[in-house]
């Protein structure tokens, strides 16, 4: 009689990943002081999918990003 239970994958530890650590992407985000904002604006616009939904969540973020002087990171630069 088969087994009713779903069939177990095949991982060994060098398979499985550690996600609990912060990749690039999301230490740079950190390094901010603006994550929590960030990860608000991402929320709202995976739930509602349109941007111009989520603009209090942009204020928001935009107010923190100034407020910690992330201005520099993002200004061009004649060289």
Same mark, same amino acid.
């Given at each position: 009689?088969?087994?009713?239970?779903?069939?177990?994958?095949?991982?060994?530890?060098?398979?499985?990943?550690?996600?609990? +650590?912060?990749?690039?992407?999301?230490? #740079?985000?950190?390094?901010?002081?603006?994550s929590a904002e960030n990860a608000?604006?991402?929320?709202?616009?995976?739930?509602?999918?349109?941007? #111009?939904?989520?603009?209090? +969540?942009? +204020? =928001?973020?935009? =107010?923190?990003?100034?407020?910690?002087?992330?201005?520099? #990171?993002?200004?061009?630069?004649?060289?």
């Amino acid at each position: 009689m088969p087994s009713n239970k779903p069939p177990v994958p095949d991982e060994t530890p060098a398979q499985v990943q550690d996600d609990d +650590e912060p990749d690039a992407w999301d230490q #740079r985000i950190n390094d901010t002081g603006c994550s929590a904002e960030n990860a608000r604006l991402n929320d709202c616009y995976f739930e509602k999918k349109d941007w #111009r939904l989520c603009k209090s +969540e942009m +204020e =928001a973020f935009k =107010a923190c990003w100034k407020a910690k002087g992330n201005t520099s #990171r993002t200004e061009s630069r004649d060289k």
